[in-house]
T-cell receptor, first 114, second 111 residues
Framework: DADVTQTPRNRITKTGKRIMLECSQT?????MYWYRQDPGLGLRLIYYSFDVKDINKGEISDGYSVSRQAQAKFSLSLESAIPNQTALYFC?????????????FGPGTRLTVT | ELKVEQNPLFLSMQEGKNYTIYCNYS?????LYWYRQDPGKSLESLFVLLSNGAVKQEGRLMASLDTKARLSTLHITAAVHDLSATYFC???????????WGAGTKLIIKP
């Protein structure tokens, strides 16, 4: 079974709709991240969370919000989707006890906003 | 502002050849990571380099880190088609526990 799962895997939605992407992990990691990936731009950090009560904005948080419902769950919401939010979204986790910040990624959610 | 630059961004090469991908970063860091991504897939961790002079090897791939030069290299030896993928480096910003990512190097290895 995958350690980091994301649902849905693919989603098509219309401009103005609210959408939630969900991430769950069984790795027992405290730290969780949401990224978006656009062709040629690498990964850009949207939000990150070090524990349930610690949530921080990343590089591109405008238009997004998050919820950390439990250690294992971290959700990303687009309050009013717009076409330039069409991208591949990844959730990741990390464990600082390893001595570094290697991140473990979910399979991704491909979101299309029409 | 920490910047991470990879070059080349695109590389097409023949099987059996050797090549190197470079990852330069703009501020002090002792930790660097290499990831692989196949088209439409997730990112897979390849190497974790945690100190100056670190060298890691896995099969035909070898990564090294020179923190004084702020440079990491990913060397491919006798390339095979299965190594075709996009390779990302990421640098650890210890001050706020984030990874800063390069734009990726798309590697195509022709049979």
């Amino acid at each position: 079974d995958a350690d980091v799962t994301q649902t849905p895997r693919n989603r098509i939605t219309k401009t103005g709709k609210r959408i939630m992407l969900e991430c769950s992990q069984t790795k027992g990691h405290d730290r969780m991240y949401w990224y978006r990936q656009d062709p040629g731009l690498g990964l850009r950090l949207i939000y990150y969370s070090f524990d349930v009560k610690d949530i921080n904005k990343g590089e591109i948080s405008d238009g997004y919000s998050v919820s950390r419902q439990a250690q294992a769950k971290f959700s990303l919401s687009l309050e009013s989707a717009i076409p330039n939010q069409t991208a591949l979204y990844f959730c990741a986790t990390s464990d600082p006890r390893t001595g570094g910040y290697e991140q473990y990624f979910g399979p991704g959610t491909r979101l299309t906003v029409t | 502002e920490l910047k991470v630059e990879q070059n080349p961004l695109f590389l097409s090469m023949q099987e059996g050849k050797n090549y190197t991908i470079y990852c330069n970063y703009s501020t002090t860091s002792d930790r660097l990571y290499w990831y692989r991504q196949d088209p439409g897939k997730s990112l897979e961790s390849l190497f974790v380099l945690l100190s100056n002079g670190a060298v890691k090897q896995e099969g035909r791939l070898m990564a090294s880190l020179d923190t004084k030069a702020r440079l990491s290299t990913l060397h491919i030896t006798a390339a095979v088609h299965d190594l075709s993928a996009t390779y990302f480096c990421a640098v650890d910003m210890d001050s706020n526990y984030q990874l800063i990512w390069g734009a990726g190097t798309k590697l195509i290895i022709k049979p």
